[in-house]
Each structure stands twice: as structure tokens, then as C-alpha cells.
């Protein structure tokens, strides 16, 4: 049973980032009531797949993705979808303290118990990192025995070595159905991977079934705050 919480707040930069790695965990969020925020910070315009077979281009992408964010929505159950406008593959280039003040702002209104993003350091990709960087200062500035929970995806190279076992861990097999569906949502970018775990379903294959029965984070390490 996934902790009940006051309010979460999802923060990530790309449409399909919380249908990976976080959609069957909003769901259940959702399904049990708790109200959910989702702030997505680009529309993937730069993503580089343009379907299987191709249906996008460079013109028509942001279009779709934007449709594909607004039906994985649904999927999980999101009512409050916030698309902030930032444009993909440039948010490691935005002014530090606008990030920032973005997030703020979000806590402000929210005042949530949770929030879910990267963590800084082991999410790959330049996008993912600023968008940690930014959530960690903005909690950072909040007094530690007021601060939200943040639960971060991490998968880099490197990530078991130097954090351990993930130390949250949701079953989410109630709503795998909601995650696959999510997830058939940004069918422009997640095609080939969909096909994998379907596939993998069918035989009861270890990996496949992973993918729709948990989710896994990292409580952040303020001992270990290197966040500048």
C-alpha cells in the first residue's frame, strides 16, 4: 500500500518521463484520492523518435506530444496537467535562479508532502539533471523539519554503487493496466519498448514483469547535498 500523503507534485522536463518510470505510482496516488500535480516542462519537441513507423516530423512533433501528454493524462487520471513552456533540451541553459523560482512558486500554491523528480547526478540526460537541480534548491530553501519528501528516479551507470538498494519501493501490479495504458499514450516515443514488455508479459518474463508491478526511488540524501 502505497503512503497517503496531503498533496504530490510531479516535476519532470519530457512528456513520457512519468509514463516510464512514475505512472503506475501516480495512479494509485489518484485512485486513492490524493490530489496530484503533474508540471512537465517541455513538450519533447527535440525527442528522436518520430513514431513506428514515422507519423511526425520536426514541425508536427511538438503537436503530438503535446496530444500523446494530454491522453497519458487521462490514462492515470491527472486533473491538474501543467505545461510550463520551457523548450526541450535547453533547460541546462536556463538562468539557474528562474528554475528555481519555477519551483517555488509550484510549493507556494501546492504545499505538497511529496514531490517526485530526478536525482541529481544519476538522471543522464542535461534535461533531467537541471530539473533536479532546480527541485532540490527550492526545497533546500525550506526549513528541514517543514520540507516535502522527495522520492527521485535514478538510473545512471553508476547509481547502485554510490546510492545502494533503492529505499522506496511501490508495488504497483492494482494498476499496471493504467501504466501500459500511459505508456501507450506517448506512442511516438515508446513503441519499441511497449512491444518488449508486452512481448515479455505473455512468457512472464522477470524483466517485463518488473516494469508493470514496481517502482522504484531514491529518498534524497540531504547529508550528501552537493547541489550548487
Request: glycine share 4%; net charge negative.
Amino acid at each position: 500500500m502505497i503512503e497517503k500523503e496531503r498533496q504530490v507534485l510531479v516535476i519532470f522536463p519530457h512528456p513520457d518521463d512519468e509514463a516510464f518510470g512514475v505512472s503506475g505510482t501516480i495512479a494509485s496516488y489518484i485512485n486513492q484520492g490524493t490530489p496530484l500535480t503533474y508540471a512537465c516542462l517541455t513538450l519533447g519537441e527535440m525527442g528522436r523518435n518520430l513514431g513506428k513507423p514515422p507519423f511526425a516530423n520536426r514541425e508536427t512533433l511538438p503537436l503530438i506530444r503535446k496530444e500523446e501528454l494530454k491522453l497519458a493524462a487521462k490514462a492515470m487520471g491527472i486533473e491538474d496537467l501543467r505545461m510550463m513552456g520551457f523548450r526541450d533540451k535547453t533547460l541546462e541553459f536556463e538562468d539557474d535562479e528562474k528554475m528555481t523560482q519555477l519551483v517555488r512558486d509550484l510549493i507556494t500554491e501546492l504545499n505538497p508532502s511529496l514531490i517526485i523528480t530526478f536525482y541529481p547526478g544519476y538522471a543522464v540526460h542535461p534535461d533531467h539533471e537541471a530539473t533536479a537541480r532546480a527541485v532540490i534548491r527550492a526545497v533546500r530553501e525550506i526549513t528541514p523539519a517543514d520540507r516535502p519528501k522527495l522520492h527521485c528516479l535514478a538510473f545512471a551507470n553508476n547509481t547502485f554503487e554510490e546510492l545502494g538498494a533503492p529505499d522506496v519501493i511501490n508495488d504497483i501490479s492494482a494498476v499496471k493496466e493504467q501504466k501500459l495504458d500511459a505508456m501507450r499514450a506517448h506512442i511516438s516515443q515508446t513503441a519499441r519498448i511497449l512491444e518488449m514488455i508486452e512481448e515479455g508479459m505473455k512468457v512472464n518474463d522477470p524483466e517485463a514483469m518488473k516494469w508493470v508491478t514496481k517502482e522504484s526511488f531514491y529518498s534524497y540524501d540531504w547529508n550528501n547535498d552537493t547541489v550548487s
